[in-house]
């Protein structure tokens, strides 16, 4: 469960594997070098910040996860939480949020819970990637519009509205280079080994110096680009510092590990192969630990990378680990000539990266959906836009939580069996009037378990023997346990014999752990309606 896929795949590795895993590591290499200054940028740090954790944790990633195609590195997930950690606790906390994610991700990694991140709702998952597009998106305006602003408004609503009233400052030079950027990466053709945000990015930036364009560049704006990789630094903040980005740090780990393991589903279906999601979850932890002692910033799974990885060749971590590389030549050796990229070229690139996050095939389809499902979707959606992503997952966890057991309680069915029309046992059978029969059928846990109590109150006459079957129930939790044992108690007071029939594996296995099996005794449990009915002489 723990052997990382580039172990295992090394164990059959071939040439003609690595110069397929080469080909794709450079072309993937070349695809992240624009988004990972572009992410940074977005989140309103300096642009080396990402290519410093696309270096290091991207390398990593492939290293020792569980995935085979996965390609790690900064995302668009986590411009919103990266942004807000950095604008209200400086680089140094976010560094900190950063490694305590990281240990949360390898404890839960340790712990297995890979297996159970995936049953989080599809519209609350669906919700929150697209109000985060929404919000990437937002934040372009300024850098791809070239409006001139002194700062801009955190809040969605208050930013548009600075965005309206600034839009006459507009700069037709950058609007220009941000047009170009996305029309050309638009129309690409797919086919292409070429990048077209690379294409993109040469020629705007080429024609921008020669012909000295005034717009904004990651030169005038950060001063350039670093040659290198800093020395490897260890941030450590006081006891109260701690306790304050605790919340930021579980928020970092579940969205890491929500967006790894989709990424990882992902890429099992392109390639027909089968990740081990718990170590996917320690690989990430690991990265995550890393990336800030080398300046980086939050890591994860990168779904378009990876499709374009895969896409290329790519079978095995090595093309992961030959894209870090590629990076870090280029940081390296044409770091400098960053310095002259238009941020307009970058606006333009998350744009398009905005309208592939958004999902807009998926709302369409939820939006054809339950109305319970809609209103999840709605409401993250919503929360995560003009509230906060935090908040926007917990309500949308919390109220699709509650919708499901509200279905599952209704699906629960308490009914009584009077003949054979009822129940097949009952064939041939005439029920003693002093017998009551009821039946349960679905899971009977505290959602459901109230509907048991009124049987009681339908009684017109205290019968001599209760009888539930209970062969449709599969699954039982402690609040219905605690039911059966206020009727049992009830049944006692009345002089009424209470039996359960049909009990199966997983309610039996909570009958023995809360001792009731011994104190219910064991004649009281039968193995079918026809067996409790001899007993009584039905």
């Not at 994610?101 to 159970?116: N, P, Q, S, W």
Request: aromatic share 10%; glycine share 10%; proline share 4%.
């Amino acid at each position: 469960m723990f052997v990382p896929k580039s172990i295992v795949c090394l164990k059959t590795y071939s040439w003609k594997q690595f110069n397929a895993d080469l080909v794709a590591g450079l072309i993937v290499g070349l695809v992240a070098l624009p988004l990972a200054m572009a992410f940074s940028i977005a989140s309103g740090l300096p642009p080396e910040r990402g290519l410093f954790t696309a270096v290091v944790a991207g390398f990593l990633i492939s290293a020792l996860g569980g995935s085979r195609v996965s390609i790690g590195g900064p995302t668009g997930a986590f411009v919103v939480i990266v942004g807000g950690i950095a604008a209200k606790f400086g680089y140094d906390g976010l560094a900190i949020a950063t490694g305590m994610a990281g240990l949360i991700l390898i404890l839960m990694g340790l712990m297995r819970l890979g297996t159970y991140i995936k049953f989080i709702p599809y519209p609350v998952i669906t919700g929150f990637t697209t109000g985060i597009a929404v919000i990437i998106f937002s934040t372009q305006i300024k850098d791809f519009f070239g409006l001139t602003m002194v700062s801009v408004p955190s809040d969605f609503l208050e930013k548009w509205a600075a965005y309206f009233k600034n839009l006459s400052s507009f700069n037709g030079y950058a609007l220009g280079i941000g047009l170009f950027t996305l029309l050309l990466i638009s129309f690409w053709p797919k086919g292409w080994k070429i990048p077209g945000t690379i294409t993109a990015l040469i020629l705007v930036s080429v024609v921008a110096y020669l012909d000295h364009w005034p717009v904004e560049t990651i030169g005038s704006r950060f001063g350039g680009i670093p040659q290198g990789l800093p020395l490897p630094h260890f941030v450590l903040g006081s006891w109260t510092q701690i306790k304050l980005l605790i919340p930021s740090a579980f928020t970092i780990a579940m969205l890491a590990a929500i967006e790894s393991l989709l990424c990882a589903v992902v890429a099992d279906g392109m390639i027909g192969g089968n990740h081990k999601s718990n170590m996917e979850l320690v690989a990430q932890g690991i990265a995550n630990c890393v990336s800030p002692m080398f300046g980086g910033i939050p890591a994860t799974g990168a779904i378009a990378r990876t499709a374009t990885n895969v896409k290329n060749g790519g079978r095995t971590p090595v093309a992961g680990m030959i894209h870090a590389l590629v990076l870090l030549v280029i940081l390296l050796t044409a770091g400098p000539l960053a310095a002259h990229i238009p941020l307009a070229a970058l606006a333009g690139i998350l744009i398009v990266v905005s309208y592939h996050m958004s999902e807009w095939r998926s709302v369409k389809f939820i939006l054809t959906g339950p109305v319970s499902d809609i209103t999840v979707l709605l409401i993250t959606f919503f929360l995560t836009v003009l509230v906060d992503l935090t908040v926007g997952v917990g309500v949308g966890l919390v109220l699709a939580s509650f919708l499901f057991m509200g279905q599952m309680a209704q699906i629960t069915n308490v009914r009584a069996l009077k003949d054979e029309s009822d129940h097949e046992f009952l064939k041939g059978i005439t029920v003693p009037r002093d017998i009551e029969i009821y039946s349960i059928q679905g899971s009977f846990f505290f959602g459901a378990a109230n509907k048991l109590m009124e049987v009681e109150r339908n009684f017109f006459k205290t019968p001599k023997v209760l009888i539930l079957e209970m062969s449709g129930v599969l699954q039982m939790d402690t609040s219905g346990l605690k039911v059966l044992e206020h009727m049992d108690s009830r049944c006692k007071e009345k002089k009424t014999r209470l039996i359960l029939v049909g009990i199966h594996a997983q309610p039996m296995m909570v009958f023995q752990k809360a001792n009731f099996y011994e104190r219910f005794g064991e004649n009281n449990f039968k193995g079918d309606l026809k067996e409790a009915l001899a007993e009584l002489g039905g």
